[in-house]
Each structure stands twice: as structure tokens, then as C-alpha cells.
């Protein structure tokens, strides 16, 4: 697949610069890393992780173990980060969403905007309506025609309750008039489980973990929440073509790391996780599993992001009225 040359460009020359100038010894470490995701094996998030820790372990000279904790959107992983020492020995590979959207709905325990730092953004995943492959619907409007001829018997499943994933089925049953059921499970794997087996027929997800499943014919994708058709999935119409411009949604896969990580040792991770982000063969695979390759952003101007992120869910949950429930 072919993305602007711009995004892949800038990342490749920093990545270049920066495997002259951080040689395995000038790692900010020299103790086994911990890389913290906050979702089970298989989802978005831990497919970024295993791809980059393999070539940051090779970079720096030290094992990079990926440490999966799911559960309560994202809190129970973040948690153990925030508990471990912090000396930039535990960092966490997670999605922008577990930062800026599940704290609306959840008592989580952290606070996203205070008790992590936003290290460096590494791909972009964004959202697709799919359906089980047994659903008489090829596109969104005739999925809800389908829901509504079959009243009380539909329901959705998410990957975690306050999710985009959660978001996105709301807005759908509100701007439609349907009744479907939300059903959050703790991850993408285990409500995919769901789908491709008919129990639960329609998920938000995200493009990553959904793109080889689709191609496999083991779900139907019939929109993708951008404003733009993805060069992924060319032939799949956006939700705003189809009526839901609201339907603006993706998250960044990056490394954050506890808020009291010295901001030398921060600015080593940074320059570190950059360079194996950027190394051609990561990008490759990150592509080829259904991501787009984020461009380089500071960590201050990431934390903005994040910020204005978590601003703009504050108002849809309060404007959808999206509870857990």
C-alpha cells in the first residue's frame, strides 16, 4: 500500500539520523525493559508492541518484554506502569483512547492529562463498522433497515465499555433511531471471537485488527469512520458518505510512560522508540497490518493532542448521553 511519502520520509530520515547517533551503549538503560499493553494479546495495540519491542530489544541491547494487562479500559495496565519504579525501565505501548476517551464513562483510578507523559505517536488505526459474515447488509443503510425490522433482537459489541468502540455504536443507535444492545468485552480479540461466530453481529473495531479477518471473508466491513476512504480498504465508503459525518474516528499507537520519568531519560526513550519505529522493516509490517505510519510529533505538541482529544469526547459523551450502561 502506498501512504504520502512525506509521513514515511520524515520518520526514515529522523530514524536514519538517529541510528548514527544512539548506539546500543547510549541506551537510556542497561536493564531489561518492560513494554506494558493494556489490552490482551492480538488487539491493535499488541500488535504494534510486539513489532516495535523486537526492534527496540535489537537496537538497545536489552530484552524488551511485552507485558499484556487488560481490563477496565486500559486503567489495570496503566496502574501497574504507574506502580513500577519510575526510572523509564516500565514503559506502555497503548492507543489515544485509553487516555482521552474511556476516563469520560469510567472511574479509572488516573488521571490521563496528569499521571502519564505522551512519549512519542508511532501508527494510526482508524475505525470500521463490520458485521458478521451471516448479515443481510452490504452497506450501513441497509444494516439499519436490517436492525429495525428485527426490533430488540440486535445487539453490539465493543472492545471496552467507554472505547471509541462504545462511542460509535451509540452515536449509530441515537442518529438512527435503533435499539441495539451494548455488549463490551476486554479487548478486540475476544469480541471479534463474537462476531465472526454470528452471536453478536455488528462491532465497531478497528482497521488493524479487522483487515485480515475481512480479507478472509470472516466479517463484512461496511464503513469506515473517517472522512476520507482509506487506501487500506478503497472500496469501502466512509460513514459520513453514508450519512454519518460524525463518524470521524481513529486513534495513534504510541509509547507513554509514569509522569515521573526524568525528562532526559524520556527524551532517550523518545529517540530510541523513533528510531525502531522507523526502521524500514517496522514500517513495512505496521503497514501491511492495516496501520497508517503517524509523522514525528514532539511529545509536548502530543500531549496537546490528547488534550484537545479528550475536550472533544467530554462533549460527544455528554451530547449522546453515553453512560456504561
Same mark, same amino acid.
Given at each position: ?77 496503566? $496502574? ?19 487516555? /482521552? ?21 508511532? /501508527? ?110 478503497? $472500496? ?30 524520556? !527524551? ?25 505510519? !503517524? ?5 509536548? $505538541?502530543? /500531549? ?22
Amino acid at each position: 500500500m502506498q501512504f504520502p511519502t512525506t509521513r514515511l520520509t520524515r520518520r526514515a530520515l529522523c530514524a536514519a539520523t538517529l541510528a548514527l547517533a544512539l548506539p546500543a551503549a547510549m541506551a537510556w538503560t542497561d536493564k531489561p525493559v518492560k513494554m506494558v499493553v493494556p489490552a490482551p494479546p492480538g488487539g491493535t495495540m499488541d500488535v504494534v508492541a510486539r513489532i516495535v519491542a523486537e526492534q527496540l530489544s535489537a537496537d538497545i541491547g536489552q530484552p524488551v518484554i511485552v507485558d499484556n494487562k487488560p481490563g477496565a479500559g486500559g486503567a489495570i495496565g496503566i $496502574q501497574a506502569m504507574n506502580a513500577a519504579p519510575a526510572d523509564g525501565n516500565t514503559i506502555m505501548m497503548t492507543a489515544s483512547n485509553v487516555l /482521552a476517551e474511556i476516563p469520560h464513562v469510567m472511574k479509572t483510578g488516573f488521571d490521563p492529562l496528569k499521571d502519564v507523559k505522551p512519549v512519542t505517536a508511532i /501508527a494510526r488505526s482508524y475505525l470500521v463498522l463490520i458485521a458478521a459474515p451471516a448479515v443481510p447488509a452490504k452497506d450501513t443503510k441497509a444494516l439499519v433497515s436490517w436492525v429495525k425490522a428485527n426490533p430488540g433482537k440486535v445487539s453490539f459489541a465493543s472492545y471496552s465499555a467507554g472505547t471509541v468502540s462504545h462511542y460509535a455504536g451509540m452515536i449509530l443507535n441515537q442518529k438512527s433511531g435503533l435499539d441495539m444492545q451494548h455488549v463490551p468485552f476486554a479487548g478486540s480479540p475476544p469480541a471479534l471471537q463474537q462476531v465472526m461466530g454470528g452471536q453478536i453481529p455488528v462491532m465497531f473495531d478497528g482497521m488493524a485488527t479487522t483487515k485480515p479477518l475481512a480479507a478472509g471473508g470472516r466479517v463484512q466491513v461496511l464503513g469506515i469512520a473517517s472522512k476520507t476512504r482509506s487506501p487500506q480498504m478503497p $472500496q469501502v465508503p466512509t460513514m459520513a458518505e453514508q450519512g454519518y459525518p460524525e463518524m470521524d474516528y481513529s486513534n495513534w499507537v504510541g509509547v507513554i510512560v509514569s509522569a515521573g520519568v526524568p525528562a532526559e531519560t524520556m !527524551e532517550k526513550i523518545n529517540a530510541a522508540v523513533v528510531k525502531a519505529s522507523g526502521a524500514a522493516k517496522v514500517r513495512d509490517r505496521l503497514v501491511a497490518a492495516g496501520f497508517d505510519m !503517524e509523522p514525528l510529533t514532539p511529545p509536548a $505538541q502530543l /500531549a496537546a493532542s490528547v488534550k484537545a482529544e479528550f475536550d472533544r469526547n467530554a462533549a460527544i459523551v455528554k451530547q449522546f448521553n453515553i453512560t456504561l450502561q
